[in-house]
């Protein structure tokens, strides 16, 4: 099964696509992680992408197309994926319909969770990450069993640079021009499933796994 996640920055995208991995057994890729990993490295991919991803802009399409391809090309990926965070753009989304034509295969599922920007400064205000496995918690809606530590590996949590109130709004800007056409785009291949994004994360999870059967 192959499954893209839409949505705007905060609508919950990481942690339903976690439970999802973790239900279905495919891999949850997510280009932001891909990114923040590589920037906590050090590398010239995380120097480069990081110029953008501070001022809440997109990391340029020739930079991220590249990347996302090679890692669904991975042995892990034969079974499907959960993409998270990507496709962003239109032609992000092209590049990928034809790359999997070329072999045959198609998205199944583009499942847009639904939430207005009014819910999202404050769930970006409250959000922890863990930089190392990727883990999403929230200070008030699901706070990790001790204070400031993933209750995955250990590692502490941080605030994300880009979680800034003014970046927040930057990015709900680069979300409407940018990516809400896809929503449209998926339509289009009949392969769009919205749910409501402003209910409890075990409410959105159910309605999801009610979606993809
Ligand atoms: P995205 O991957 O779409 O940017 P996240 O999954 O990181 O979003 O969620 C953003 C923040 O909102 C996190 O702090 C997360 O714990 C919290 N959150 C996610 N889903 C819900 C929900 N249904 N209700 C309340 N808070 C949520
Ligand atoms: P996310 O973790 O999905 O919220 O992404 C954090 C940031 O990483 C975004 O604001 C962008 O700067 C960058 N990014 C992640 N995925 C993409 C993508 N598919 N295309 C362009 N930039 C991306």
Request: hydrophobic share 35%.
């Amino acid at each position: 099964m192959r499954i893209v996640m839409l949505g705007a920055p905060g609508a919950g995208k990481g942690t339903q696509a976690d439970r999802i991995s973790e239900k279905y057994r495919i891999p949850h890729i997510s280009t932001g992680d891909i990114f923040r990993s590589n920037i906590k490295a050090g590398t010239d991919l995380g120097k480069k992408a990081k110029e953008y991803m501070d001022q809440g802009l997109l990391v340029p399409d020739e930079i991220t197309i590249g990347m996302l391809l090679d890692r669904i090309g991975g042995e892990d990926c034969r079974e499907g994926y959960i993409l998270d965070g990507f496709p962003r753009t239109i032609p992000q989304a092209e590049s990928l319909t034809d790359a999997l034509a070329k072999r045959g295969e198609k998205i199944d599922f583009a499942i847009n969770i639904d939430v207005p920007d009014e819910a999202i400064i404050g769930r970006m205000s409250g959000r922890r990450a863990c930089l190392k496995c990727g883990a999403t918690y929230h200070i008030v809606s699901m706070p990790p069993k001790k204070e400031g530590i993933c209750d995955r590996c250990g590692e502490k949590l941080v605030i994300r640079d880009d979680d800034k109130p003014e970046t927040v709004q930057k990015r709900l800007k680069v979300y409407h021009e940018q990516t809400q056409p896809l929503i449209e785009y998926y339509e289009k291949q009949g392969v769009l499933r919205t749910v409501d994004g402003t209910q409890p994360l075990e409410r959105v999870f159910a309605d999801i796994t009610a979606l993809l059967g």
